[in-house]
């Protein structure tokens, strides 16, 4: 039998007890409020950086605004043709020339109080043109180019064409490229001369290859002998500018002798001359020059781009191989 002081004592501590559970399972309640509250402040607190950081941003490049751009140039003697009308494209896009050309302009071109209205061509990539080719366009003329889009958009643009330029003196049939041009005689065959056109300063000069592949089917009699360009050690294979078949240059005068470095392949090949208006100039010169566009450069009204003329000349030779 248990002592009744022993079972004061019993009771006290089974109070004691319980008391002390009692306040652990409280405190242990407690800290499971107090964590769920502090998960849902971090998430709130993420959440919210989240929101900020995502404010700061950049816009979305679907906010592109495209920009309108024109090349179109009046060449002396031939019909109207290649007026090209397109739109930047975003670069978040898969790239397709295509789908720069605008095909829904209204595209007229004014002149001594006529109006021609031209047409989209079948091939999209050739832009504009006037349907009637023996409406061509005149030298010494002032041109209006008005573009008018879908959505209200006005672009034009004038130029004044140069006259017509003509042959002093033209490159033989054949030209015989030399073993060593630093030790070629003195050959006045081997010149360039043209009648200098009012208002022109520069001139350009253009050489093509009119056939990379065929060489001796041009020769008498003909063979089956290959073309192949002309080798020179500091041009590279991987620049674009070698993959090319046109050379240009330009000189401000009007006579020249052969510049053999112009030349890329043997065989049949054509020289033009361009005379070029004030508008032409410039875009030749940012075009093949500094290989961007600049728009204090640009020549038209309402978008970025070109609205030129220019005369020229054309002639061929065939370069004959006779290096190793």
């Known amino acids: ?57 950049d816009p979305a490049p679907f906010d592109y605004i495209p920009q309108n751009f024109v090349e179109a140039y009046l060449i002396v003697g031939e019909p109207f043709n290649n007026i090209k009308i397109m739109r930047s494209l975003p670069l978040v896009d898969s790239f397709n020339y295509k789908n720069s050309f605008i095909t829904d302009a209204e595209v007229k071109i004014k002149f001594e109080n006529q109006i021609l209205d031209l047409i989209p061509n079948p091939d999209i990539l050739q832009g504009y043109y006037y349907p009637d080719t023996n409406v061509v366009v005149k030298p010494n003329t002032k041109y209006s180019l008005e573009v008018r889009l879908k959505n209200g958009n006005i672009i034009t643009g004038e130029t004044v064409t140069p006259g017509v330029i003509k042959w002093k003196r033209q490159l033989p049939n054949l030209i015989y490229y030399p073993v060593d041009t630093l030790k070629l005689p003195a050959n006045d065959t081997l010149k360039l001369s043209w009648e200098q056109v009012p208002g022109t300063i520069v001139y350009f000069i253009r050489v093509k290859s009119l056939d990379t592949l065929e060489y001796g089917k041009y020769l008498v009699p003909p063979t089956d002998e290959k073309n192949r ?29 052969v510049v053999w470095t112009s030349i890329k392949w043997y065989g049949l090949n054509e020289v033009s001359v361009l005379a070029p208006d004030y508008n032409f100039l410039r875009w030749f010169l940012q075009y093949q020059r500094k290989g961007q566009i600049d728009p204090l450069l640009t020549s038209v009204k309402g978008a970025i781009g070109i609205f030129g003329s220019f005369s020229q000349i054309r002639t061929t030779t065939f370069v004959v191989k006779n290096q190793p």
């Open 1 to 57: 039998m248990i002592p009744v002081h022993l079972k004061q004592k019993l009771q006290t501590l089974n109070f004691y007890q319980f008391y002390q559970l009692f306040h652990l399972k409280l405190n242990s309640e407690f800290m499971k409020k107090n964590l769920k509250t502090m998960r849902f402040k971090y998430k709130f607190l993420s959440l919210l950086i989240a929101f900020f950081a995502f404010s700061c941003e």
């Open 229 to 257: 360009r002309i080798v020179r050690p500091w041009e590279r294979g991987s620049s674009a500018e070698y993959n090319e078949v046109t050379r240009w240059g330009f000189i401000p005068n009007t006579e020249t002798p």
